[in-house]
């Protein structure tokens, strides 16, 4: 399960009361120095700058660059940077535009299907990624995906729950259902009941529902 936000910044805080600053000999310095990297790995966004910063760090440290003893502070810095960021909202972005990658990846592989005519696997790829989406558009709106046990909650009581706390308009609603109908044809074998052009109309559908309500 991913943490939220509130978890990560209380671990942050945590790791921070834990690596004393003023650490001098080599097993404090060394200690505190992997708990601020690793923590810096754990939750900075992929491809962020804080990702990319540690890489950087890292490397230099590796190499000599910068030596452990000066190393600990600079490294400090960053996770109260990362925290603050996180404490600021201002990472949330970062989250929406990686979702937004990945989704694309896989609407494009959809595409590439449908135009070797395998409208079929393309139906179910598309309705797939929607699906994931819609749950995704549930955490960010602070609906609960899974039931009571524990069980995932279909997508069509998903699709009815972000409309009604107005997570996007009745409009996109109806649209969601009817992509979501298609979906569970292809994946139960009724081929017949949809043709190409409405997968191809479905994929753009997804695309631009996805472009206007960012998860």
Same mark, same amino acid.
């Given at each position: 399960m991913a943490l939220d936000q509130k978890a990560i910044i209380n671990q942050i805080d945590d790791i921070l009361a834990k690596c004393d600053p003023n650490a001098s000999d080599a097993t404090s310095m060394s200690k505190a120095l992997s708990m601020l990297l690793a923590a810096i790995r754990r939750f900075a966004p992929p491809r962020s700058v804080y990702a990319d910063n540690v890489q950087a760090f890292? $490397? *230099?440290?590796?190499?000599g660059v910068i030596a452990m003893s000066l190393a600990l502070e600079p490294a400090r810095g960053m996770l109260q940077a990362l925290r603050s960021d996180y404490k600021s909202g201002y990472l949330q972005s970062v989250v929406e535009l990686i979702h937004a990658d990945i989704f694309a990846d896989f609407l494009d592989m959809a595409n590439y299907l449908l135009?070797? *005519? !395998?409208?079929?696997?393309?139906? =179910?790829? @598309?309705?797939?990624v929607l699906e994931e989406h819609l749950r995704k558009l549930c955490e960010k709106q602070g609906i609960d995906a899974v039931k009571a046990d524990g069980s995932p909650k279909k997508s069509d009581a998903l699709? #009815? /729950?972000?409309?009604?706390?107005?997570? !996007?308009?009745?409009? %996109?609603?109806?649209? @969601? $259902?009817?992509?979501? %109908?298609?979906? +569970?044809?292809?994946? *139960?074998?009724?081929?017949? /009941? !949809? $043709? #190409? /052009?409405? @997968? &191809? @109309?479905?994929?753009?559908? =997804?695309?631009?529902? &996805?472009?206007? +309500?960012?998860?």
């Open positions: 890292e $490397t *230099h440290l590796t190499s135009e070797q *005519h !395998y409208k079929d696997p393309a139906a =179910v790829v @598309v309705g797939t699709n #009815s /729950e972000l409309a009604a706390a107005g997570g !996007y308009s009745k409009l %996109d609603q109806k649209s @969601v $259902t009817a992509w979501l %109908d298609l979906r +569970n044809k292809a994946a *139960h074998g009724k081929y017949s /009941e !949809y $043709t #190409s /052009e409405q @997968v &191809a @109309v479905m994929l753009q559908g =997804v695309r631009d529902f &996805a472009s206007r +309500n960012p998860a």
